[in-house]
């Protein structure tokens, strides 16, 4: 293994970008103009081999479709040879057995696709370089720590007092050694979700999904007070749920799952898997993978891809499955009608002991009514009926729409019996079968125990 002298502190970090289009490095050297960085430019693996054996690099940025040496093989040639510097992957295809071969034996440190978003590269390159500095740090600290023990061992024949006073030192140097550790396993959490940022670009905004899942399974750990590992965890599985569907076509991303075709239903049951894959060989990664491989399993055993029932599903599948469903409910990519967040979560109750945890449902709903002010399904007041179900006295909870979006009735619309009467007419006259959220006043549901 060659080594590389490592940079100074007063260096500007060293960047060698190589793509045998000169345009693309033309592109990418005016936008790193003005940086605080050093870069260097290769049109070949060869030529960046070459480069990098006459000086330090810090960072190399590789296109991985180049004539002679692709992306992969340079980069792993360069894992070799200089483990310390980062790698990463630059793209313009979503090729799964290159990401695969670039993430196994190139130990690539992230994957962007073009063309790409200018601050979003400026941030991907300012949070790379980061985590090189935060990992020398520690390795850093590892050889002082061996340095201190080696002194310890001489002392320790003779003289009692220094030995004590090392040894404090020692444990001192141990916390220093836990708080970088900490700090690298939270800057996975970060780059994390940064790479969910990009891969989302694949997806309209209203689609998008991973942003939301996120934020609500933070609140469901910060809520019910999980140990830091998991809520970690949970947080990063999230973040990469469906890292598996990048090779898909834009087409099939968008497409409800429920209507998809024979062929593209099977390829849609094999994400979890591609997504575990994808995420194995970066250790803080594995029990987050673990919690996507299976968070397509259902209650009652049906589920993908091992069929597993009941509690020996991961509680954090569960938990990630129950997240996925109520936001990919509400963006059309389950069914072909997108639903109201009270809609996906009558859906999800109506599933319950089949799709999802019994012991998680309820709770999970009173949790996506602190998250968002617009679920009214968590107050027990609130009954979901059909417009033939309607009394007068009952108030609206949340807004009516036609199936068209037109908005019939808003929130806090007391009903009568001329009204409840109009709308089922309507609902008749365009076919339709309304789920109407409404609040029963006490007066309104005394007499109709009284009726009954």
């Given at each position: 293994?060659?080594?590389?002298?490592?940079?100074?502190?007063?260096?500007?970090?060293?960047?060698?970008?190589?793509?045998?289009?000169?345009?693309?490095?033309?592109?990418?050297?005016?936008?790193?103009?003005?940086?605080?960085?050093?870069?260097?430019?290769?049109?070949?693996?060869?030529?960046?081999?070459?480069?990098?054996?006459?000086?330090?690099?810090?960072?190399?940025?590789?296109?991985?479709?180049?004539?002679?040496?692709?992306?992969?093989?340079?980069?792993?040639?360069?894992?070799?040879?200089?483990?310390?510097?980062?790698?990463?992957?630059?793209?313009?295809?979503?090729?799964?057995?290159?990401?695969?071969?670039?993430?196994?034996?190139?130990?690539?440190?992230?994957?962007?696709?073009?063309?790409?978003?200018?601050?979003?590269?400026?941030?991907?390159?300012?949070?790379?370089?980061?985590?090189?500095?935060?990992?020398?740090?520690?390795?850093?600290l590892?050889?002082?720590?061996?340095?201190?023990?080696?002194?310890?061992?001489l002392?320790?024949?003779?003289?009692?007092?220094?030995?004590a006073?090392?040894?404090?030192?020692?444990?001192?140097?141990?916390?220093?050694?836990?708080?970088?550790?900490?700090?690298?396993?939270?800057?996975?959490?970060?780059?994390t979700?940064?790479?969910?940022?990009?891969?989302?670009?694949?997806?309209?905004?209203?689609?998008?999904?991973?942003?939301?899942?996120?934020?609500?399974?933070?609140?469901?750990?910060?809520?019910?007070?999980?140990?830091?590992?998991?809520?970690?965890?949970?947080?990063?599985?999230?973040?990469?749920?469906?890292?598996?569907?990048?090779?898909?076509?834009?087409?099939?991303?968008?497409?409800?799952?429920?209507?998809?075709?024979?062929?593209?239903?099977?390829?849609?049951?094999?994400?979890?898997k591609q997504?575990?894959?994808?995420?194995?060989?970066?250790?803080?990664?594995?029990?987050?993978?673990?919690?996507?491989?299976h968070?397509?399993?259902?209650?009652?055993?049906?589920?993908?891809?091992?069929?597993?029932?009941?509690?020996?599903?991961?509680?954090?599948?569960?938990?990630?499955?129950?997240?996925?469903?109520?936001?990919?409910?509400?963006?059309?990519?389950?069914?072909?009608?997108?639903?109201?967040?009270?809609?996906?979560?009558?859906?999800?109750?109506?599933?319950?002991?089949?799709?999802?945890?019994?012991?998680?449902?309820?709770?999970?709903?009173?949790?996506?009514?602190?998250?968002?002010?617009?679920?009214?399904?968590?107050?027990?007041?609130?009954?979901?009926?059909?417009?033939?179900?309607?009394?007068?006295?009952?108030?609206?909870?949340?807004?009516?729409?036609?199936?068209?979006?037109?908005?019939?009735?808003?929130?806090?619309?007391?009903?009568?019996?001329?009204?409840?009467?109009?709308?089922?007419?309507?609902e008749?006259?365009?076919?339709?079968?309304?789920?109407?959220?409404?609040?029963?006043?006490?007066?309104v549901?005394?007499?109709?125990?009284?009726?009954?």
């Amino acid at each position: 293994m060659e080594e590389q002298l490592p940079t100074t502190v007063t260096d500007k970090p060293k960047l060698l970008l190589v793509d045998d289009e000169e345009s693309i490095l033309n592109s990418l050297r005016r936008l790193l103009r003005g940086q605080p960085y050093e870069v260097l430019l290769a049109t070949s693996g060869a030529q960046a081999l070459e480069i990098m054996a006459q000086q330090p690099i810090d960072l190399v940025m590789s296109d991985a479709r180049m004539p002679n040496m692709d992306g992969s093989t340079l980069l792993a040639h360069i894992h070799q040879r200089y483990p310390d510097t980062i790698r990463i992957m630059l793209t313009g295809y979503a090729d799964p057995s290159a990401i695969i071969k670039a993430i196994n034996e190139g130990q690539i440190h992230r994957y962007i696709s073009k063309p790409w978003h200018d601050e979003e590269m400026l941030l991907t390159l300012r949070q790379s370089l980061a985590y090189q500095h935060s990992e020398r740090e520690r390795l850093r600290l590892v050889q002082e720590t061996w340095d201190q023990n080696e002194k310890l061992k001489l002392l320790n024949a003779t003289l009692e007092k220094h030995v004590a006073a090392r040894t404090s030192e020692l444990q001192q140097t141990a916390d220093m050694l836990d708080l970088a550790y900490e700090e690298l396993k939270r800057s996975y959490v970060t780059g994390t979700e940064v790479f969910s940022l990009l891969a989302n670009l694949r997806l309209p905004p209203t689609k998008q999904t991973n942003r939301q899942i996120i934020e609500l399974v933070r609140v469901y750990c910060k809520l019910h007070g999980l140990d830091e590992g998991t809520s970690r965890d949970l947080t990063m599985a999230a973040a990469l749920y469906n890292i598996g569907k990048l090779s898909w076509t834009d087409s099939m991303m968008s497409t409800p799952s429920d209507l998809l075709h024979h062929n593209d239903r099977e390829r849609y049951r094999g994400y979890p898997k591609q997504s575990e894959s994808l995420l194995m060989t970066l250790d803080p990664m594995k029990d987050a993978a673990r919690l996507i491989l299976h968070h397509q399993e259902r209650w009652d055993g049906s589920g993908f891809p091992d069929r597993l029932k009941g509690e020996a599903i991961p509680f954090g599948s569960r938990l990630l499955k129950l997240a996925v469903d109520f936001i990919e409910l509400q963006r059309g990519l389950i069914l072909e009608r997108q639903m109201n967040s009270d809609e996906a979560l009558v859906y999800i109750r109506q599933y319950t002991g089949r799709l999802y945890d019994p012991e998680l449902v309820e709770d999970f709903i009173q949790v996506c009514a602190t998250y968002l002010s617009d679920v009214t399904l968590a107050d027990p007041r609130v009954k979901v009926l059909t417009t033939r179900d309607l009394v007068a006295g009952m108030i609206l909870a949340r807004n009516l729409n036609a199936d068209n979006g037109m908005l019939l009735l808003n929130a806090g619309k007391v009903l009568n019996g001329p009204l409840v009467e109009k709308l089922i007419a309507f609902e008749a006259m365009e076919g339709a079968k309304y789920s109407i959220f409404v609040k029963v006043p006490e007066e309104v549901e005394g007499a109709l125990l009284e009726t009954s």
